[in-house]
């Protein structure tokens, strides 16, 4: 069994390393997000139909089931869900606390995966094109990939610090 993820800092690096480990052989769809969320010891959350995630008892609040679209459908045919989205924390909305939070959660990923495969910043757009406000320290992001598991660190969708 899965050791639930609490709220301590340290439990970044313990979420990362379960949720690459955990969704080996997963697919995006509701059933196995539903096998994950309860692997990681959260509640489902969403109805048939609509928005679904999971209340994780983080700092940064419930994870979110982000579904494949019409612009995305082209390339993710199989798929139901694109991402599960987990806020790890809430810094304050300035510029400084945004990037320090940023690089004390990659810091904690880094420790348990190693170094990203991937590093860069969506620049004027969010993840898969999507416009978004951008915030003035930027829109970097990390990514660890293997085979077919991808972790993404970002920056929480909708702060403008």
């Known amino acids: 069994m899965t050791r639930a993820i609490g709220r301590a800092g340290d439990d970044i690096g313990v979420l990362a390393q379960q949720l690459t480990s955990r969704f080996v052989g997963l697919l995006r769809s509701e059933t196995d997000m539903r096998k994950l969320i309860g692997w990681l010891g959260w509640e489902w959350t969403g109805e048939p139909g609509g928005p679904a995630g ?18 995305e459908r082209e390339w993710a045919t199989l798929e139901e869900y694109l991402e599960l989205v987990v806020p790890l924390s809430r810094p304050a909305p300035e510029s ?10 990659a810091d904690a990923v880094r420790q348990v995966l190693g ?5 860069g910043s969506h620049g004027s757009t969010g993840a898969y094109g999507r416009r978004e406000a951008r915030p003035l320290w930027g829109s970097p992001f990390l990514r660890w990939r293997e085979g077919r ?3 993404d660190l970002g920056r929480l969708r909708g702060t403008r610090g």
């Open 54 to 71: 999971a209340v994780t008892g983080l700092p940064g609040g419930d994870a979110v089931l982000v579904p494949v679209g019409a612009t």
């Open 96 to 105: 400084r606390a945004q990037a320090q939070e940023f690089r004390r959660a």
């Open 115 to 119: 170094d990203a495969t991937y590093a």
């Open 149 to 151: 598991v991808t972790l």
